[in-house]
Structure formats: structure tokens, C-alpha cells
């Protein structure tokens, strides 16, 4: 069956950097682009950046353009996300989802259209 483990969360001062990765199994991983979601405390699931594994496009949410960098490994079925100067206000669990389609929608990831979710790692930025 399909399985997304996510890894690399922890605790951050502000202005530092994380490196998540996506671990997908279970699937061909070049059929289907993979999304990265987080949920901070008390709010909605956002979009943060999705890949196709396809032909490695990507999308970045607009607020997040800079700061963060999605990029794979196919030989190792791995997604991974950079994040750079981080700040409070990215404090969150963030989760990992295979979309049904290669590659990302122009609209960016919408949680409805995701067909597989990890269980998330938990990032936390604080002095």
C-alpha cells in the first residue's frame, strides 16, 4: 500500500534552517506529483509547495517564495523540503501528500485533491 513517512522536524530558533523529507513507498513514484502541507496550531491546512516527479516543476505558495526549496530524488523515492530563515509564524506539523496526478496544479496543492497523506512532522520555531 501506499505509505509517506516524514522526517527532519524539530526545534528551531528564529532564523535558522530544516530539512524535511518525504519518504514514499508503496507506488511508482514518478505517477504522481507530492505536496507539502502544514497546519500551525489552531488553523486551517495551507499549501506550502508541491513537485511533479515527473519533470521536477514546481510550485511555491507566494508567501513562502525564497525561503523555501522543494526538490526529489527519485532513485530514492524521496521528496524533500529546505527551509530557510525561519520565523515563528512557521511553526506547525507539516505533512507530505501524493496528488492523482504527475504533475502540480497551476492553482498550487489543494488538500481535497490529494489522494495519500503522511502523518507529519512537527515543526517548531522559538527562541
Known amino acids: 500500500q501506499v505509505q509517506l513517512v516524514e522526517s527532519g522536524g524539530g526545534l528551531v530558533e528564529p532564523g535558522e534552517s530544516l530539512r524535511l523529507s518525504c519518504e514514499a513507498s508503496?507506488?511508482?513514484?514518478?505517477?504522481?506529483?507530492i505536496s507539502w502541507f502544514r497546519q500551525a496550531p489552531g488553523k486551517e491546512r495551507e499549501g506550502v509547495s508541491c513537485i511533479s516527479t515527473s519533470d521536477g516543476s514546481t510550485y511555491y505558495a507566494d508567501s513562502l517564495k525564497g525561503r523555501f526549496t522543494i526538490d526529489r530524488d527519485n532513485a530514492k523515492s524521496t521528496v524533500y523540503l529546505q527551509l530557510n530563515s525561519l520565523n515563528p509564524e512557521d511553526t506547525g506539523v507539516y505533512y507530505c501528500a501524493t496528488d492523482t496526478a504527475p504533475y502540480c496544479s497551476g492553482a498550487g496543492p489543494i488538500a481535497d485533491h490529494m489522494a495519500h497523506w503522511g502523518k507529519g512532522t512537527l515543526v517548531t520555531v522559538s527562541s
Open positions: 508503496g507506488y511508482t513514484f514518478q505517477n504522481y506529483a
